[in-house]
């Protein structure tokens, strides 16, 4: 490698239209600078060069047939980006807006994400253009066993544990375990965010929300500050958001904010969020139906409100979490929100600020949270599924809880020494990349040119 912009080049040559994931790549391998200036032997080994290619990119058709009886067509798609460090770990994302920049650049940030977490687990993720929303229990139903029907021969315990994402919840994962189960015949722990009746693991579905907040706490802490009797905003309105939510009511925080792909509620009281999981857990229904229920909320539907723009970050706080999707915070959001008082933002989604975003919250010195260290609890969790699978065993809440917020402190704490080894001490996307990479490659030097 000649230097690290010539790799980005390299990378759009040979992976055109792949724009998240060259965002991705570029916000990564410009914080390993100092890394690389310190240590040669980076360079001289090419672990970079070839850890920006995945060991195997995996891309199928899925043929199913809707309650109509007409044959639909769907892509799929499992990336296994990383194996240096256990069985490639990472989820599955159903929604029409996955291609493979996005899988990729989902698979790029899992490994360092995985890294961090100082488990076993490799990087990959994978997924289809199919849309959940709207279909019948029996359509979701066969159209994962069609999807499994291939994904099976690519994945095992030992090898790729697939987990949900975007689109892919408890009854995604039951109806795809059931027939990888069928099609390989064993009974193991392959896909994690499994029934707690075969196999799941308590606080496996509130891991992600409660990690992201144990983060900001983490942040916060080292600042002199807390989260009791803060206002806080929360983007989203699926598992994530939920969980981050109610983690910040036990830390007595006050999260005002919820949205999703058609609008944003803002609840002054606080979010009510046993009616928000009755809408969004049971009922599958929009949020506009929050206000039927709750007078004294707003509710702003997205075409209110200028384009490019999310209401959630025009909402004066004291911390924010981006909890839908990425890119959802741009640069115009993050002056909004410095300008309106927060010191902090912890990601709960993959890569949901631009990097111009990432770049102005770190030049102001916040606290601030890049996803890949922030919402790290999810997988850390799934992990922790694979080990209990493993020796047959069940923890309680209680000890998984413990476990998570004790891996969560770990992240914080090897970032945050990261970045002030390369003397940049509140810069914890420099600590959480050049920390996460360090230990991948380290790894790779040592088994050598596989």
Not at 216 to 244: D, F, H, P, Q
Not at 247 to 276: F, M, N, R, V
Not at 298 to 325: D, H, L, Q
Not at 358 to 374: N, R
Request: proline share 4%.
């Amino acid at each position: 490698m000649a230097n690290i912009d010539e790799l980005l080049e390299y990378l759009k040559r040979t992976s055109p239209g792949q724009d998240e994931f060259h965002q991705a790549a570029e916000e990564v391998l410009h914080s390993l600078k100092p890394l690389f200036e310190k240590y040669p032997k980076y360079a001289a080994n090419k672990v970079l060069d070839r850890l920006v290619e995945p060991e195997r990119q995996i891309l199928f058709r899925v043929t199913w047939v809707d309650d109509k009886g007409e044959i639909q067509i769907n892509k799929g798609y499992r990336i296994q980006f990383s194996s240096t460090l256990g069985p490639y770990k990472g989820g599955l994302r159903f929604h029409p807006s996955v291609n493979t920049g996005i899988i990729k650049f989902l698979g790029f940030e899992q490994i360092f994400k995985n890294a961090l977490t100082g488990l076993q687990i490799g990087g990959g993720k994978g997924g289809s253009d199919f849309d959940p929303k709207g279909k019948s229990d029996n359509e979701i139903m066969r159209f994962c066993q069609a999807f499994m029907s291939e994904l099976y021969r690519h994945i095992g315990a030992t090898t790729d544990v697939p987990a949900g994402d975007i689109g892919v919840g408890g009854r995604e994962i039951g109806y795809l375990f059931g027939m990888y189960k069928k099609l390989a015949n064993t009974y193991d722990g392959t896909l994690t965010g499994k029934s707690l009746k075969w196999g799941g693991s308590l606080a496996r579905t509130e891991a992600t929300g409660y990690g992201c907040v144990y983060f900001a706490k983490n942040m916060l802490e080292a600042r002199g500050e807390t989260l009791t009797g803060k206002k806080c905003t929360v983007s989203g309105s699926g598992n994530v958001a939920i969980y981050t939510i109610e983690k910040l009511y036990h830390l007595g925080a006050l999260p005002i904010t919820c949205s999703d792909s058609k609008g944003t509620i803002i609840d002054e009281e606080g979010i009510d969020l046993d009616l928000l999981k009755d809408l969004k857990e049971n009922q599958r229904a929009r949020l506009s139906e929050y206000i039927k229920h709750r007078t004294n909320a707003k509710y702003i539907p997205v075409e209110e409100y200028p384009k490019g723009r999310n209401a959630v970050w025009s909402v004066p706080c004291f911390a924010a979490f981006p909890s839908a999707t990425q890119n959802e915070l741009n640069l115009e959001d993050a002056k909004e929100l410095i300008k309106n008082g927060c010191i902090c933002v912890s990601e709960g989604a993959n890569m949901p600020s631009t990097n111009e975003a990432v770049d102005y919250f770190v030049a102001q010195k916040i606290a601030y949270g890049p996803g890949k260290a922030a919402n790290a609890g999810g997988v850390a969790t799934s992990q922790l599924e694979m080990a209990q699978n493993a020796s047959m065993v069940s923890w309680t809440f209680e000890e998984v809880d413990a476990k998570l917020e004790q891996i969560m402190k770990h992240i914080f704490d090897t970032a945050s020494a990261t970045a002030k080894e390369f003397g940049q001490p509140t810069n914890l996307v420099l600590g959480a990349n050049i920390a996460g990479f360090r230990r991948v490659a380290d790894a790779m030097i040592e088994q050598g040119l596989v």
